[in-house]
């Protein structure tokens, strides 16, 4: 079993950045594929960024060049630096992972930007 915990969440200003941060528990933290997602109200959840174990990174069009997601072994955390946030990134960003074809979600952070 994994757990997810996000953080990092809150209330900025259009252009402003912050960085959530994810805890995630277990001993296969490193061979973990690990995402972000969002979701808005009333719309579909989204991925936002990705990372593989060897630390491959994926993007959405959206947020290319905006965000980085990043990951520490060792602190068994996943990161994702939001910079030059716009009122649309406003969602509830969640932490998944995937390892062995068994995946996790977290309960998510509020994330909203004020225009």
């Known amino acids: 079993q994994v757990q997810l915990v996000e953080s990092g969440g809150g209330l900025v200003q259009a252009g402003g950045s912050l960085r959530l941060s994810c805890a995630a528990s277990?001993?296969?933290?490193?061979?973990?594929?690990m995402a972000w997602y969002r979701q808005a109200p009333e719309k579909q959840r989204e991925l936002v960024a990705s990372i593989t174990s060897g630390g491959s990174t994926n993007y959405a069009d959206s947020v290319k060049g905006r965000f980085t997601i990043s990951r520490d072994n060792a602190k068994n955390m996943v990161y994702l630096q939001m910079n030059s946030l716009r009122p649309e990134d406003t969602a509830v960003y969640y932490c998944?992972?995937?390892?062995?074809?068994?995946?996790?979600w977290g309960q998510g952070t509020q994330v909203t930007v004020s225009s």
């Open positions: 277990g001993s296969i933290f490193s061979r973990s594929a």
């Open positions: 998944y992972s995937r390892a062995n074809f068994v995946t996790f």
